[in-house]
């Protein structure tokens, strides 16, 4: 099992930048893929960005060129700097791994990003 913890969630104002943070503890070398989704008031929870156990990684066309997804083998983690936030991008962001041999889902608790000036 993998248990996983977040933090970097908070208020910025448009333009502005925010870095979250994922651990994942339990059984982290069962981990695949790794990544960030969010889910914004009345909308469904998107992919916003995902990195496999190979090193591809893919972004929701939304944030292409702004968002930067990074796995850290090291801290068994993930993170993700945004830069030039919109208040589009308003939601609460949740961390995301899955396993091989076994195939098993595994989120985050969550973490409010408010873009508002």
């Known amino acids: 099992q993998v248990q996983l913890v977040e933090s970097g969630g908070g208020l910025v104002q448009p333009g502005g930048s925010l870095k979250l943070s994922c651990e994942a503890s339990?059984?982290?070398?069962?981990?695949?893929?790794m990544g960030w989704y969010r889910q914004a008031p009345g909308k469904e929870r998107e992919s916003v960005a995902t990195v496999t156990g190979l090193g591809n990684s893919n972004y929701a066309d939304s944030v292409k060129g702004r968002f930067t997804i990074s796995r850290d083998d090291i801290k068994s983690g993930v993170s993700l700097q945004m830069n030039s936030l919109k208040p589009e991008d308003t939601a609460i962001y949740y961390c995301?791994?899955?396993?091989?041999?076994?195939?098993?889902?595994?989120w985050g608790q969550g973490t409010q990003v408010t873009v508002s000036s």
């Open positions: 339990g059984n982290i070398f069962s981990i695949n893929t």
């Open positions: 995301y791994a899955d396993t091989r041999s076994v195939m098993r889902q595994y």
